[in-house]
């Protein structure tokens, strides 16, 4: 131990917090933490994270911990900035508060977008991890309470009770997934039965989806929200989904609900960002008929107003064996589900569309496509261009590491590199050997990029020509 007891003190007792400049923008600041509830952390651990290390091993405290961490987590960073992650004063205590652009905003080709989906992002490794890390904080803090150096009010007690109680939920094997970049809506599925006191089901369905995009949300909207459009989106108490998992209470839900509301407006004036490199005109115009003709009759065509920005429209639903894709997210929304779901205590502010139960996917419209990448639901399609071929074609294992770095965006393909030397390809036949997150393999359950084979055999000519009009979007 190489630090003296008043340091460890002065630092426990510290009131400074985590750096976390705002962008200015709401919606990165956008959070429903209230009332000691919601996606947060144990009270102060994440300013002391860097220090207990330092505590346990006797390295210098400094930042890197919670970086490293961070970076296993799947928690973007921009200008050494963690995204999403902040502190929130609330009555004496510093709380560490997951917000919503920890999820919903991510990098592609390098450049850092608000309202894309976190490609790495991984509420299973951050609960097995968070699971261990926040129990010996407590251990800590309990024996700081015990010689009353520093007391534990029953405020504190709650929010550190809640915040292992998610770790635990993230770490559930029914409710996690196997691979970064997914999240399982098994766990805000959970809390539909929690609250009516039955056993969480057991069937092995856990609806992981990549996180999506809210550009055009407010159009969507119409037909419903998620992947299934199951949510109705008035009143827009789905919006919450994340704050229930972390086992809110429904009556806090109430008390915030004006602000669920405004949230909600946020997402729907968010607009796509351009795509950063040179587009072949010529070709992504030959590209834009062969897509209207094929395409667009689920798709949809994409205009735009006199000052260049998308007009949002209705997207379409597709019955599953139309698109064929992968079915676990549709098989988790059983009928004993929606049962649940529709007598719940939020059940006025929570609402099944026209469309639950339906086994129907949403034709996503595809503003930004280029950035969305792996694609469909559970992306599971590396770049455009694979989309385009039939299943037996398309790479069944690729590396999600730094996959919005621009080191690894293929401009050709639209999406994320593959191995291109031995070397690359058994490092990551090695990873995929040791199971590690960042290795999407598509033979995982849930995790099929079988499916959307309608046109396929088009020449290969044809298919860049479309990659590229997908570009412009
Ligand atoms: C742990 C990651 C995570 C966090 C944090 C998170 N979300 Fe989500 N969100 C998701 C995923 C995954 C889906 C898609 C579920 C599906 O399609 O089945 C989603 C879907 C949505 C949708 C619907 C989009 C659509 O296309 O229908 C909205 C709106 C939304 N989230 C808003 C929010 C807000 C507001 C917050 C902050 C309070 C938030 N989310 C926090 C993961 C997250
Ligand atoms: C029969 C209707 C239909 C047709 C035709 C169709 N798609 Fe799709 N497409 C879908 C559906 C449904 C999904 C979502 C499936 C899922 O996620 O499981 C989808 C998903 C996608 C995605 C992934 C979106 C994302 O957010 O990951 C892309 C890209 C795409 N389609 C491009 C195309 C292109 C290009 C064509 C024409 C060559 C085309 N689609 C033709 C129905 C269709």
């Known amino acids: 131990m190489k630090s003296g007891f008043f340091a460890i003190l002065s630092v426990l007792l510290s009131t400074s917090t985590l750096a976390y400049s705002s962008t200015n923008e709401e919606i990165s600041n956008l959070d429903f933490y209230s ?10 651990i994440l300013n002391k994270l860097e220090f207990i290390r330092a505590v346990i091993d006797g390295t210098k405290a400094d930042d890197h911990v919670l970086h490293t961490l961070a970076h296993r987590w799947g928690i973007q960073e921009n200008k050494d900035e963690l995204i999403g992650i902040k502190t929130v004063r609330d009555k004496k205590l510093n709380v560490g508060v997951v917000g919503c652009v920890a999820c919903h905003s991510g990098k592609a080709a390098g450049q850092y977008i608000i309202g894309i989906g976190n490609k790495n992002i991984d509420p299973g490794q951050i609960g097995m991890d968070g699971v261990t890390i926040e129990t010996d904080f407590k251990k800590f803090t309990d024996l700081l309470a015990a010689t009353h150096l520093q007391k534990k009010s029953a405020h504190y007690r709650n929010v550190e009770d809640s915040s292992i109680k998610l770790m635990h939920k993230l770490a559930d094997p029914r409710l996690s997934a196997s691979t ?80 669920v509301e405004h949230a909600n407006d946020l997402i729907g004036a968010l607009k796509p960002p351009k795509y950063p490199f040179a587009i072949n005109v010529t070709r992504a115009n030959r590209g834009k008929l062969v897509f209207e003709n094929t395409c667009a009759k689920c798709h949809g065509t994409y205009e735009y107003d006199s000052s260049g920005d998308p007009i949002y429209k209705v997207p379409k639903m597709i019955p599953l064996e139309r698109v064929g894709t992968d079915s676990d997210r549709l098989d988790y929304v059983t009928e004993d589900f929606l049962e649940h779901v529709r007598s719940s205590p939020l059940s006025d502010l929570i609402q099944l569309s026209e469309y639950a139960g339906k086994r129907m996917y949403v034709a996503p419209r595809l503003h930004a496509i280029w950035a969305r990448f792996p694609y469909l639901h559970n992306g599971s399609v590396p770049t455009l261009r694979d989309m385009l071929e039939p299943a037996s074609k398309r790479p069944t294992l690729f590396s999600l590491a730094e996959a919005g770095e621009y080191k690894r965006f293929d401009q050709k393909r639209g999406g994320l590199t593959m191995p291109d030397n031995a070397a690359t390809l058994l490092s990551l036949i090695q990873d995929e050997s040791e199971h590690r997150r960042w290795v999407y393999d598509t033979s995982l359950k849930g995790q099929s990029n079988q499916g959307h084979e309608k046109f396929t055999d088009l020449s290969d000519t044809v298919k860049d020509d479309i990659v590229e009009y997908l570009k412009t979007l």
């Open 180 to 259: 970064q970049g997914l999240v399982p809506v098994s766990l805000v599925g959970s809390w539909f039965y929690e609250i009516a006191n039955d056993p969480i089901p057991n069937h092995g369905f856990k609806g992981a989806v990549k996180v999506p995009t809210w550009f055009g949300f407010n159009k969507k909207l119409e037909v419903g929200q998620f992947s299934d459009a199951i949510g109705k989106g008035h009143p827009p108490g789905w919006i919450v989904g994340v704050e229930i998992t972390a086992g809110q209470k429904p009556e806090v839900v109430r008390s915030y609900f004006s602000k």
């Open 35 to 44: 009332n000691g509830g919601g996606m947060h952390l144990s009270p102060g």
